[in-house]
C-alpha cells in the first residue's frame, strides 16, 4: 500500500484534503475492511464533515475519492456489490386524450403562481409525465440538487406547464465564461453558483400571449428563497440552452434574459473537439445586483458559507407559540425570585453580577455553542435579559467588590504605620562606640552586621532595603 506522500495532488472531488486528512480516510479503510462501499463513503463523510449545504452527506463525492485513491494504489476498496440496477419508470400520458383548449389573454388568467413539485407523489408523476410526453426533448431524471415548477392560474386552478431548474450548469462554456471573467479556478469552485434551466413547457393546447415570459420573471424571482430553503445556499446566475432549429428564444428575450452567443456543440462536458449536436443559443439571467463581484471574487470558505448558504430570511424560523413564550418567562422569573432570596440572606456586599446573572451565564455557556466565545455569549445574555425584563446591573464595567462593601464605608480609614528606621531602635539603647552615620541614620556603620547585636542587626536591614 503506497503512502499518502505519493500523491501529486490532495483536490478531488472539488475539495482541497490535507495529507493528514487522507491519512485518517485511509486508515479508516485498512481499520473497517468488512464494510460495503457505500457505508465506507458514510464513514468517511461523517469523520471529515463532508456535507452538502442542506446538511446531508456527499456520499457520491466521496465515492469518487476513495475509488481515485484507490486507483493510485492508497487504498483497497472491498469488491463492487453485484446489484440489479433498478429501472427509473417515467410515466408517459395519453396524447389521444382530448384537453378543453385555453385559448385567452394572459389578463383573464391573472394571478399566474409557480407550484413546486415535491421530490414524490402523484403531482410529482404527473409533472414527469407532461414533460415526457410534451416537451420535444422527454424527461430525463436530473442530477444532483432541482427543483420542478407548475404553472398554475390561481382563478382556476389550471395547469399551464413545466419548469425544471438544476445545479447541473455547463462545465465548459466559452462565452459565458469571458462574460463572467472567469479562470479554470473560478470556475471549479464556483461553479454550484450557476444554475441550468433544463426544461420549459407551455401545454399544446394552451395558447396566452405573453405566458411564457411571464411564467420566466416569476420563476426568477422566486428560485432563489426556493433555492435556499431546499439546499441551503442562494444561486447567482441562471443559464439556459435554445435550439435555433425549432425556438426562436422570443420568451427569453421579452424576460430580459441575456443573449451571449452560441455554443461549438460539443455537449455540456466538452469531451470531443468536434461538433457532434446542433449549436445552441446562449442565454442568462443574473439573479442578484453583484453577481460578477460573486463569481469573480476568492472569498475564504467561511466567508462563503455565511454569504450563501446561512441567509435564510427571518420569516423562515421556527415559530415558537405565546404558551412556551409564556412559559419560559414564568420559569425564568421564578429563577430570579430564588436568586434574590438567596442573596438576601447569604450576600453581604453588592456585587456587578448577583447569583441570577451567575446562573444564566453558567446555563448560556454549557448550552452555547463551542466556536462561541465568551464576549458573544455573554452579550447574548445580556440582550435575552433585557427582553424578558430581568433586573441588570447599571453597566457592564468591572467595578472592585471591595469598595461596595459596606463595613469598608462604615468602618474608619485604617491609621498608616510608622517607617522603622536604624535611628528609632538604637535611640532607646545605650551608646555604643565607635559612632559613625550610616544611611540608615546608624551608629554602627563601622561594625559589620553580622557582629551588630541581634535588635539593631534586623533594624539595620529594613533601613538598609527601605
Avoid at 420573471?217 to 444561486?235: K, M
Avoid at 441562471?238 to 432549429?245: A, L, M, S
Avoid at 461549438?264 to 453577481?291: H, M, N, T
Wanted: hydrophobic share 35%; net charge positive; proline share 8%.
Amino acid at each position: 500500500m503506497k503512502s499518502v506522500e505519493t500523491l501529486l495532488k490532495t483536490t478531488f472531488s472539488g475539495r482541497r484534503f490535507t495529507r493528514k486528512q487522507l491519512a485518517q480516510v485511509q486508515e479508516t479503510v485498512e481499520r473497517f475492511p468488512k464494510l460495503t462501499r457505500t457505508e465506507l463513503a458514510r464513514t468517511v463523510c461523517e469523520h471529515l464533515d463532508w456535507k452538502t449545504p442542506n446538511g446531508k452527506l456527499k456520499v457520491e463525492s466521496c465515492w469518487i475519492l476513495l475509488e481515485k485513491l484507490e486507483a493510485h494504489g492508497v487504498v483497497s476498496l472491498p469488491a463492487r456489490q453485484a446489484r440489479q440496477q433498478q429501472q427509473r419508470r417515467v410515466p408517459q400520458l395519453d396524447q389521444d386524450t382530448l384537453k378543453t383548449p385555453i385559448e385567452a389573454a394572459l389578463s383573464t388568467l391573472m394571478p399566474i403562481r409557480l407550484e413546486a413539485v415535491g421530490s414524490s407523489g402523484p403531482d410529482r408523476e404527473q409533472w414527469k409525465g407532461y414533460l415526457q410526453t410534451y416537451h420535444y426533448l422527454g424527461y430525463r431524471q436530473p442530477v444532483g440538487p432541482h427543483r420542478g415548477y407548475f404553472i398554475v392560474s390561481q382563478p382556476g386552478q389550471q395547469r399551464l406547464g413545466c419548469l425544471l431548474f438544476s445545479a447541473s450548469a455547463a462545465w465548459a462554456l466559452a462565452p459565458r465564461d469571458r462574460w463572467i471573467g472567469w479562470d479554470l479556478q473560478h470556475r471549479t469552485k464556483l461553479l454550484p453558483l450557476v444554475l441550468s434551466h433544463d426544461r420549459f413547457l407551455i401545454f399544446p393546447w394552451v395558447d396566452v400571449p405573453h405566458l411564457a415570459s411571464h411564467a420566466l420573471s416569476l420563476a426568477t424571482r422566486q428560485i432563489g428563497e426556493d433555492w435556499v430553503r431546499a439546499f441551503g445556499y442562494r444561486p447567482v446566475l441562471i443559464e439556459t440552452f435554445v435550439d435555433p432549429t425549432y425556438f426562436a428564444g422570443t420568451c427569453y428575450r421579452a424576460a430580459n434574459w441575456q443573449f451571449l452567443g452560441l455554443t461549438q456543440g460539443r455537449g455540456r462536458l466538452a469531451p470531443d473537439p468536434q461538433c457532434r449536436i446542433s449549436k445552441k443559443e446562449i442565454f442568462v439571467y443574473p439573479l442578484q445586483a453583484d453577481w460578477q463581484q460573486q463569481l469573480t471574487a476568492t472569498p475564504r470558505a467561511v466567508e462563503l458559507k455565511k454569504r450563501y448558504r446561512n441567509d435564510l430570511p427571518a420569516s423562515q424560523a421556527r415559530s415558537i407559540d405565546d404558551s412556551f413564550v409564556s412559559l419560559w418567562e414564568k420559569v425564568a422569573h421564578i429563577f430570579q425570585a430564588v436568586a434574590a432570596d438567596y442573596d438576601s440572606k447569604w450576600r453581604l456586599r453588592r456585587r456587578v453580577i448577583d447569583t441570577l446573572m451567575l446562573m444564566l451565564l453558567i446555563f448560556r455557556l454549557v448550552t452555547s455553542k463551542n466556536t462561541q466565545s465568551y464576549g458573544t455569549t455573554i452579550d447574548d445574555l445580556w440582550d435575552n435579559c433585557g427582553k424578558l425584563k430581568l433586573a441588570l446591573p447599571p453597566d457592564r464595567s468591572s467595578t472592585k467588590p471591595s469598595s461596595r462593601a459596606p463595613t469598608r464605608k462604615s468602618s474608619p480609614p485604617t491609621p498608616r504605620m510608622p517607617r522603622v528606621t536604624c535611628g528609632s531602635v538604637i535611640a532607646s539603647l545605650p551608646s555604643m562606640a565607635p559612632r559613625s552615620i550610616c544611611p540608615g541614620n546608624c551608629s554602627l556603620a563601622a561594625t559589620p552586621l553580622r557582629a551588630r547585636p541581634p535588635t539593631i542587626r534586623k533594624a539595620c536591614s529594613v533601613a538598609s532595603t527601605s
